[in-house]
């Protein structure tokens, strides 16, 4: 079974691997032979390992790499995996039997085609996004759970019953405003966590689940490639930026994933950008979902803004274009074990991870109207969220999108609820609170991946470019009268 498992490539990267390992001086924790092959496919960590520990003998490496990739007309990294991949077929093809009806086989694979087809496979992807993400998530998980747990649950009970017990034990006004009132840490942080972020995440974890585990996903990303070669990412890149619907901060992790380090940046701006997170993106499907034109505004905008700002930073951007294969697993009905455990999965890490920093966020509201600073920061605010046609009110949600993009969109949800804000009001302030900066935690998992430098680059160049972008959007609909 070992002599199976020792992968023989051609004679030409046989060759290159035992130059490059003779090379190697240097004792690493891995085989020489992994690190020939790994420098063979240019993996940016060990190329810039190797170069540290081996010094001068790294040029002659450099020399074999560039001689044998003239050999072939397929990036090396392409090259080894196909021929993995090969080998990995005989070692099946000894030990599986397979048998498999015809009918079934060939259905199965006119679906594939159709999903990956251009004029049949977009049709299918807007479908699964009206009712996966809209019709579920935005009405159901943003409407019908929402207004139950808010309205009833929260409305009625929690919130009564937990100011009137400060009112009643709890003697001292600054204490009573932390525990509840208007910036309590049950009346607000646990309200906005479970109340109304709670079941839009939860609705939105249970259908990514339910498409991740069919299969489709590898099907958008080949559907979506050329799209993506146009703002200098591939097809790969759909897989951090469908990670992004559900959490930013994980999807900026792994656009490490990506090959080079142009494709990384790209797609870590656009995820701080124009990808919001799932929390944030139920909330604004609970704002929109009641003026479907301000729904369809709102996403074409954001598709603009999404391709404009990755084609221009592509053009800026020095880089070879990206290449792009990846291995399409067979469709299938999703299974309700792996579905459920997922879900479960996920939705245990946003208690653990999420639910106490919406605490932290109501704490420092509480702290910043306690010392005056929360007042003083919402009136340096309205000039700025009157600049993009929004009400004085809409400062404080923008405020509270300081140290979370989702609670600032519940807060957009209350001023909403209240009938402050007009359809072309909710579409503005929907996508300069979209464009809004990242996040706290996204923005620790930005400087962790991309450096200091291009994480404070980014978010100087995100923030303006947010309220001018809001500015635009309610120019245009004053000037079209689209919702009026």
Not at 184 to 208: D, E, K, M, S
Not at 236 to 256: E, H, K, N, W, Y
Not at 393 to 417: I, P, S, T, V
């Amino acid at each position: 079974m070992s002599k199976l498992l020792n992968v023989t490539y051609d004679d030409a990267i046989e060759r290159a691997v035992l130059q490059i390992t003779d090379i190697l001086k240097t004792k690493y924790v891995i085989s020489k032979r992994s690190i020939a092959l790994l420098l063979l496919q240019e993996d940016e960590d060990i190329v810039n390992m190797v170069k540290e520990q081996e010094k001068g003998n790294y040029i002659h490496i450099g020399e074999i790499i560039s001689k044998i990739k003239t050999q072939y007309d397929k990036p090396l990294q392409y090259v080894i995996s196909l021929m993995r991949q090969q080998h990995a077929n005989s070692i099946t093809n000894t030990v599986v039997t397979t048998r498999a009806t015809q009918n079934d086989s060939s259905i199965g694979e006119k679906l594939s085609r159709i999903t990956m087809n251009p004029i049949t496979g977009i049709p299918i992807l807007l479908l699964v996004l009206y009712f996966g993400l809209y019709k579920f998530v935005g009405d159901f998980g943003a409407g019908v759970i929402v207004d139950f747990l808010e309205e009833d649950i929260f409305g009625e009970y929690i919130n009564p019953w937990i100011n009137g017990v400060v009112d009643t034990y709890v003697p001292w006004l600054w204490l009573q405003e932390l525990i509840a009132r208007d910036y309590g840490i049950v009346t607000l942080g646990i309200r906005y966590a479970i109340a109304i972020i709670l079941p839009i995440v939860g609705t939105f974890f249970l259908a990514f689940s339910v498409i991740e585990d069919s299969g489709y996903l590898p099907r958008v990303a080949l559907l979506v490639d050329r799209v993506f070669k146009r703002i200098g990412l591939n097809g790969r890149a759909v897989i951090p930026m469908t990670l992004g619907f559900g959490c930013d901060t994980m999807a900026t992790m792994v656009s490490r994933t990506l090959e080079t380090r142009r494709e990384r940046i790209i797609a870590t701006l656009l995820l701080a950008l124009a990808i919001p997170c799932s929390a944030q993106l139920g909330v604004i499907m609970g704002l929109l979902s009641e003026v479907p034109n301000a729904m369809l505004v709102w996403m074409v905008f954001l598709a603009v803004i999404f391709l404009l700002v990755g084609f221009l930073t592509a053009q800026i951007m020095p880089g070879t274009k990206p290449t792009f294969y990846m291995e399409v697993p067979p469709l299938r009905l999703p299974r309700l074990t792996n579905v459920l455990t997922k879900t479960y999965t996920r939705m245990q890490w946003y208690f653990v991870e999420i639910l106490p920093l919406f605490i932290l966020a109501s704490v420092l509201i509480w702290a910043g109207n306690l010392t005056g600073l929360f007042d003083q920061l919402i009136t340096a605010m309205k000039p700025i969220v009157n600049f993009i046609g929004l009400p004085d009110e809409a400062a404080k949600a923008f405020l509270f999108g300081f140290f979370r993009r989702d609670y600032g969109a519940a807060g957009l949800y209350d001023l909403q609820k209240s009938g402050a804000l007009s359809p072309q009001q909710l579409v503005v302030s929907a996508a300069t609170l979209t464009l809004f900066v990242p996040c706290i935690a996204q923005f620790s998992m930005m400087l962790k991946e991309r450096g200091v430098k291009t994480a404070f680059a980014m978010a100087g160049f995100i923030f303006p470019f947010a309220f001018l972008a809001g500015a635009f959007i309610n120019w245009f609909l004053t000037l079209t009268g689209l919702l009026q």
